[in-house]
């Protein structure tokens, strides 16, 4: 049976509302995995995408994204974190670049699209201001090391390219 995962933005622990997501078995429902932000009202949780087993432990692997999560580049640049499906630890955390993008406002496995063998990740900054104000972006990751693969700009201002993302695996 396939796990599933539940984004909850407005998660609060000890008061602060740091956002988290949950890992549910699907035979049961029973609780596989909890993991919470570090940064109050990032929306960590608020997108979350199952992912296929880019880390090579045997379980497919989970994405959270943070699109309010204020990195060195600033408030709201954004937050991706790839988290092991079979320990729920941490496994890459990507920041976002630019102020303001909301990077990790959309997340999604993307199939493998360089044929490497691992799967590949969709990261959405539907506020990226690079070609036009308010433009956004959506950016393919390497499962397999990280870089960027592709990167797709939105086409005008104010379209909030990537304000939903979906993918596949294969």
Known sequence: YSEYIIGSSHESNGGLVVG???VRSGI??????H??????????G????GLSDI????EPDFIVGAPKFTTAAGARAGRAVVYSGETGLVRHTFDGPVQ???FGSGVAAAGDLNSDGIGDILVASERDDSLFPGGGKVEVFSGADWSVLYTWPGSHASQYFGSSVAGGVD
């Open 35 to 44: 993991v919470e932000g570090d940064q109050e009202d990032s929306q960590f």
């Open 20 to 22: 988290g997501a949950q």
């Open 55 to 58: 880390t090579g432990d045997g």
């Open 100 to 102: 303001g993008a909301w």
């Open 28 to 33: 049961d429902g029973s609780l596989v995995h």
């Open 46 to 49: 608020a997108h979350v995408a």
